[in-house]
């Protein structure tokens, strides 16, 4: 450090009271903006909570709007009459959120792990269906 700035740097004493005056109202002032600016950084995140709160509670809403018109997946459970088919089983319980015949006829054969399309006499089957 160069004496120039050493100088700088070195209070001189005595200090005169327009010199504490000055440095105390300097003080004052410094707090005066570093409290203005905290105010103003606590409001803008509570601004920000508010908003994110009013925007998660509008997406619920939409969301519960359109989800009460959409209807939920269950499982029966039938037992294969003398005559039933895979078709006419998935024909009774067919809706058409279970997509078409065939992937319907494929989700039913997966659900109850069949390999075929042959179902036997008084064997139980789940069938998905909306309700």
């Known amino acids: ?3 120039e ?5 070195v209070m001189r004493f005595p200090l ?3 010199d504490l005056r000055r440095a105390g109202n ?4 410094d707090a005066r903006r570093t409290k203005r600016l905290y105010r103003r950084m606590i409001t803008a995140a509570v601004i920000a909570v508010i908003a994110f ?7 619920s809403l939409m969301g519960n709007a359109k989800g009460s018109s959409q209807r939920t997946k269950k499982l029966t459970s039938v037992y294969v009459e003398s005559g039933d088919s895979l078709w006419s089983i998935a024909e009774e319980y067919y809706t058409p959120e279970c997509g078409n015949m065939k992937d319907y006829i494929r989700e039913i054969k997966k659900t109850n792990g069949l390999e075929s399309d042959t179902i036997r006499f008084g064997y139980p089957l789940l069938v998905p ?3």
Request: glycine share 0%.
């Open 1 to 3: 450090m160069s004496r």
């Open 5 to 9: 700035n050493m100088n700088e740097k």
């Open 16 to 18: 005169t009271a327009d």
């Open 26 to 29: 300097a003080a004052r002032n």
């Open 53 to 59: 709160v009013i925007c998660f509670a509008f997406i």
């Open 129 to 131: 269906y909306y309700e």
